[in-house]
């Protein structure tokens, strides 16, 4: 393996744990949403189902039930199940682009949410891609791991995976 290839992808990993970490998210009640961090969640599981083939991102249903069974288990109270407005604002993000669909630039460039349902991204967006950069890391399965353990880490900081649970030795009678 090349060291400087090797480097290059760790350098480009690092970038984009940067990017993550300063990635804009409502705050509601001290409480950081976790929408935007849960949508890249459910782009890594459509990766690692080989949903996703090329740098192209629906927002469809596939796309949709993998962001509710993520969602589902970490949401806290008060946080609407909404895949649509992370899908939209990711777009903040240097990472996150938008294939306007064709005729659609002047309704497009003066929207400003995505108004929490999905009718203005069928109507304006045709798909999301990622930087090339950032697709090609989330191309390799182990970085793809790396990200998804970051992302968990920014959701709950308390998860540690280096240290897993302690395994419970049952005792038996002797």
Do not use: C
């Amino acid at each position: 393996m090349d060291v400087n290839a090797a480097l290059s992808k760790q350098q480009k990993l690092d970038a984009l744990k940067k990017e993550i970490h300063k990635m804009q998210r409502d705050i509601t009640h001290g409480h950081k949403k976790p929408h935007k961090l849960v949508m890249l969640l459910a782009v890594l599981d459509l990766f690692d189902k080989g949903t996703i083939t090329e740098n192209k991102i629906y927002f469809n249903e596939d796309l949709s039930e993998s962001f509710s069974n993520i969602f589902n288990l970490i949401r806290a109270q008060g946080d609407w199940n909404q895949p649509a407005p992370p899908f939209f604002h990711l777009r903040t993000s240097n990472f996150w682009k938008h294939k306007i669909k064709n005729g659609r630039d002047v309704q497009y460039s003066k929207l400003s949410t995505s108004g929490g349902g999905s009718k203005r991204i069928e109507e304006n967006i045709e798909y999301a891609f990622l930087s090339d950069d950032v697709y090609q890391l989330f191309l390799d399965s182990e970085i793809r791991q790396d990200i998804r353990q970051y992302l968990i880490s920014l959701i709950n900081p308390m998860s540690n995976f280096e240290d897993p649970a302690p395994i419970k030795s049952h005792k038996t009678k002797g």
